[in-house]
């Protein structure tokens, strides 16, 4: 089984930026898709992005598109997201997740395991 563990998060004005990282153990990194998604407080965890296992398919949720990126470097066992032109509304515990398949998740009953979260706070 794959684990993740996020790092990166902070706080940032509006308008800025961050880039999470996820850094993965296991052996099975390679051939897994993944996603991250965010939970802001009272809200159900969403969908942000994800990447298949090879970095050839990446979608985006409609709130984030045109401004998140994902990327993953298969050789460092990594998934990055980078985040511009940040809104409050942002605001939210990013977390990265394993897909069960090779595509990624877009939906929590489609993951397999979690990393622990990183806060990510915008002020406006």
């Known amino acids: 089984q794959v684990q993740m563990v996020e790092s990166g998060g902070g706080l940032v004005q509006a308008g800025g930026s961050l880039r999470l990282s996820c850094a993965a153990s296991g052996r099975t990194f390679s051939v897994s898709g993944i996603s991250w998604f965010r939970q802001a407080p009272g809200k159900e965890r969403e969908f942000v992005a994800l990447?298949?296992?090879?970095?050839?398919?990446?979608n985006y949720a409609d709130s984030v598109k045109g401004r998140f990126t994902i990327s993953r470097d298969n050789a460092k066992n990594t998934v990055s997201l980078q985040m511009n032109s940040l809104k409050p509304e942002d605001t939210a515990v990013y977390y990265c997740a394993v897909g069960r398949s090779s595509t990624g998740a877009t939906i929590a009953t489609m993951v397999d395991s979690w990393g622990q979260g990183t806060q990510v706070t915008v002020s406006s």
């Open positions: 990447i298949n296992w090879s970095g050839g398919l990446t």
